[in-house]
């Protein structure tokens, strides 16, 4: 948020996300953002196997965001921003993935 000349304007620093897990992928729905037509629903979805997933982490962004990074092949990292209040969410879910791998042999 930031004002000038007495207006104030507000920036989305994160859109809605949600994440699954299963047994077979980590899936993570993101809020489509701006939709052109009348119809302002949708999202984007993103089906992650579990094996193809080096390791999970969570950072800080800011005091108030937090970062879910997904290490893949090649070097490749896909992150996702989350509100801190979900701060124990993730926690759990780095935890389940890590046990899930784990028994699995991933």
């Not at 299963?22 to 579990?50: C, F, H, M, S």
């Not at 094996?51 to 996702?80: A, C, F, M, Q």
């Not at 926690?91 to 899930?100: M, N």
Request: glycine content about 6%.
């Amino acid at each position: 948020m930031f004002t000038i000349l007495g207006k104030t304007y507000y920036r989305i620093l994160s859109r809605a996300v949600a994440s699954i897990l299963t047994d077979r992928e980590l899936i993570i729905i993101q809020d489509a953002g701006r939709v052109y037509k009348k119809n302002n629903y949708g999202g984007i979805w993103n089906y992650i196997p579990l094996n193809k997933i080096g390791t999970l982490s969570l950072g800080e962004k800011s005091s108030d965001l937090l970062v879910l990074s997904i290490h893949l092949p090649d070097s490749v990292r896909l992150e996702y921003i989350f509100q801190a209040s979900a701060k124990g969410e993730l926690d759990q879910l780095l935890y389940q993935f890590r046990e899930l791998t784990k028994v699995c042999h991933i």
